[in-house]
């Protein structure tokens, strides 16, 4: 049996939607294994659910393989993103979870397993949109720090006398902004101040105007218009993908309408000058 008739059968497997079921189902049951542990049961079931672990993880590694070998290449398994990123999960969990100084890593790397979840995902244009999104939300984020900042100075500076709890340094101050943003009981926040300062509902409604509907309108806008350019990405690509693609047929018709003209132009300059 030559390389190619291994690798085509491999990649058969790969595609086998019993195969891919098996996995999710896999998966599924290591992510209810690891919630188990975290219960105190009896010693010899720990143990059996321990043997368990390790029977996973074969498992993965196995499954892992057989796309490795279905890809043909390493060049080629390595240039797709979720190959990289179920291998590194894939490789990580086998990081020994039981003695060691590596224990905790190990048993922080079998929960991480669950994300290889997110790679089967058929619509994988929303993960695709969200990872897009983030370096814009990094910014808008970081804008929003500053906000944060300014605000919470200017509260600890004024409010601070009325309640050290919520204002006694800027640290505090932006956990209570915080709290103050996601709406929880704020109210009682600006009525406990509004005791001593009368105006300081100003400060609650321009802090809130700002971070609340500004920033999180921006938030949305910019998961919305990645998600719109991602969509119109993946449409695109399957239908380059396809035999008779759109564009190809566009191209046909504009070759055919040019030819078309070239034949008028020759027929009336025949017609013209005669026979």
Do not use: C
């Amino acid at each position: 049996m030559d390389a190619a008739h291994i690798q085509a059968r491999f990649a058969a497997l790969r595609e086998n939607k019993l195969f891919e079921a098996v996995v999710v189902f896999v998966i599924v049951f290591s992510a209810l294994l690891i919630g188990a542990k975290t219960y105190d049961i009896d010693p010899e079931v720990l143990h059996a659910l321990h043997a368990l672990d390790w029977a996973i993880t074969l498992f993965f590694l196995a499954e892992i393989t057989v796309r490795f070998i279905a890809e043909g290449s390493v060049r080629r398994f390595f240039s797709k993103g979720w190959n990289v990123f179920d291998f590194v999960i894939v490789t990580a969990s086998l990081v020994p979870t039981q003695e060691g100084e590596m224990a905790l890593l190990g048993r922080l790397f079998r929960i991480f397993r669950v994300l290889r979840l997110v790679s089967l995902i058929p619509e994988r244009v929303l993960i695709s949109a969200f990872i897009g999104a983030m370096p814009r939300m990094a910014y808008v984020s970081l804008l929003m720090f500053i906000i944060f900042y300014i605000y919470a100075a200017m509260g600890s500076i004024f409010f601070r006398a009325i309640n050290p709890e919520l204002w006694d340094n800027v640290t505090v101050s932006m956990l209570t902004l915080f709290r103050v943003a996601t709406f929880e009981d704020w109210t009682d926040v600006m009525y406990e101040t509004m005791a001593v300062y009368p105006l300081s509902w100003l400060y609650y409604i321009s802090f809130i105007f700002v971070v609340a509907f500004v920033f999180l309108n921006m938030m949305i806008g910019i998961v919305v218009e990645t998600l719109q350019r991602e969509h119109e990405k993946f449409v695109a690509e399957e239908a380059l993908a396809s035999p008779n693609h759109p564009q190809q047929d566009a191209d046909l018709v504009q070759r055919l309408a040019v030819i078309e003209g070239k034949l008028d132009r020759l027929l009336e300059t025949r017609g013209h000058n005669g026979p």
